[in-house]
Nanobody, 118 residues
Framework: QVQLVASGGGLVQPGGSLRLSCAAS????????IRWYRQAAGKERELVAH????????NYADSVKGRFTISRDNSKNTVYLQMNSLKPEDTAVYLC???????????WGQGTQVTVSL
């Protein structure tokens, strides 16, 4: 069965750092691209970061560029989101999403809460 387990969220002060993890199982991890999304209270879900199946290509939202880094360890079936210089506006539920265009595959993780506040 497919599982995506997100972890690493919590409460942090502005300027602090967190590293989120998303551990996957139930499929061939190295064949999928992965995205981190976030959804703040009362707002639409937005794309934060993307990484290709090999890890050779990454993309970031302008709001997090230079502060966040997405990476993956295919040997551990895990994707990471390193978040530095956190701001209150980064507060949201962060969700990992894995997908492949062919053969078609996509799954959402349950999300982990990040709160940036004094």
């Amino acid at each position: 069965q497919v599982q995506l387990v997100a972890s690493g969220g919590g409460l942090v002060q502005p300027g602090g750092s967190l590293r989120l993890s998303c551990a996957a199982s139930g499929f061939t991890f190295s064949t999928v691209s992965i995205r981190w999304y976030r959804q703040a209270a009362g707002k639409e879900r937005e794309l934060v970061a993307h990484i290709s199946n090999t890890g050779g290509s990454t993309n970031y939202a302008d709001s997090v560029k230079g502060r966040f880094t997405i990476s993956r360890d295919n040997s551990k079936n895990t994707v990471y989101l390193q978040m530095n210089s956190l701001k209150p506006e980064d507060t949201a539920v962060y969700l990992c999403y894995v997908f492949r265009t062919f053969p078609r595959l996509d799954y959402w993780g349950q999300g982990t809460q990040v709160t940036v506040s004094l």
